[in-house]
């Protein structure tokens, strides 16, 4: 048996708690490029820890999953946050736990909107990527260096991650 989670949408306040929301609305911070580009500037702070440690920027491509899906492990990295950015148009998936205790709690599922990024933060229990779409293409900005920067915990029940 499964228990289910329903997906919300992703704001920045209910995200605040695991994160950054990266998107571009509003006015832009600055127009640059003879006024032909706006750019919202320095929106997260790429959180890194350990000796020779750097930001760097990776290209993952994540097989489609679908819905419902079914969440059987979360992971989390404690030595740097880590950006998703989709290369297509496309929403996907977010899954979150709160930290209780150095375990995640409840997990709670957020669907991206077209042109949505976000920032876990550094120790954040989090999914797998989880596009809902082809070709499943993402630049990621995350830690690079020395140290175990990764934690999994299997969960003893699976989830079903599911519309309302």
């Known amino acids: 048996m499964s228990r289910t989670i329903t997906i919300e949408s992703l704001t920045r306040e ?3 708690p695991f994160g950054d929301v990266l998107e571009a609305t509003g006015e832009p911070d600055k127009v ?3 006024g032909l580009c706006g750019r919202y500037h320095d929106l997260v702070d790429i959180d890194l820890s350990g000796d020779g440690a750097k930001a760097g920027i990776s ?3 994540s097989d489609r999953r679908t819905l419902p899906y079914r969440l059987e492990m979360v992971e989390r990295h404690p030595l740097g ?3 998703f950015l989709p290369m297509t148009h496309e929403s996907f998936l977010v899954i979150v736990c709160p930290d209780e205790n150095g375990k995640p709690g409840e997990p709670r599922a957020f669907m991206t909107a077209p042109g ?3 920032n876990f933060h550094k120790g954040t229990w989090h ?3 989880t596009p809902l779409s082809e070709p499943g293409l993402f630049a990621v900005v ?3 260096g ?3 920067n990764l934690e999994e915990v299997w969960f003893d029940e699976a989830y079903l991650v599911a519309q309302g």
Do not use: M
């Open 127 to 129: 999914g797998v990527l």
């Open 116 to 118: 949505q990024g976000i």
């Open 14 to 16: 209910a995200f605040s």
């Open 81 to 83: 946050s880590q950006a």
């Open 146 to 148: 020395p140290g175990d």
């Open 32 to 34: 640059i490029n003879q």
């Open 59 to 61: 290209l993952f491509k």
């Open 142 to 144: 995350d830690r690079i």
